[in-house]
C-alpha cells in the first residue's frame, strides 16, 4: 500500500553480527547520499518514491561479509556485496558481518 500522498519513503540501513563494514547508499549518477561506517549501528535517508538505491558493503580488514535481509526485497547484483531497493515503501536492510 502506497499512501496517495506519498513523494518520498526513508531507507534504514543496519548492521548485524560481530564483523566491521561501512554500508553506502547511493542513487545512479548521484553522490553517495547515506553512510554507516564502522562506528555506526543504523543510519537513514529520505528517498524519492520509486528511486532505485544501489547499497555497497565494504568490508574492514580481516572480517567477511554474510549477507543482505532487507524487507520488501532488493534484487542481487553481480556481487554479494552489492544490491538494489526499488524505493515504494519504508525500507529497513541489514547487512551481516562476522
Known sequence: ????????FTLTVAKAGKGQGTIRAQ???????????????TS???YPL?????LTA?????FTF???S????????GTPTLIKV????????TATFE
Request: contains cysteine; charged residues 15%.
Open 27 to 41: 542513487v545512479s549518477g548521484q553522490k553517495v547520499s547515506l553512510t554507516c561506517n564502522t562506528t555506526c549501528a
Open 66 to 68: 554474510k549477507g543482505w
Open 86 to 93: 526499488t524505493m515504494d515503501a519504508a525500507k529497513t536492510c
Open 50 to 54: 520509486n528511486n532505485e538505491v544501489s
Open 70 to 77: 532487507c524487507n520488501g526485497g532488493y534484487r542481487q547484483t
Open 58 to 62: 565494504a568490508l574492514a580488514t580481516g
Open 1 to 8: 500500500f502506497v499512501p496517495a500522498n506519498a513523494t518520498t
Open 44 to 46: 537513514s535517508y529520505d
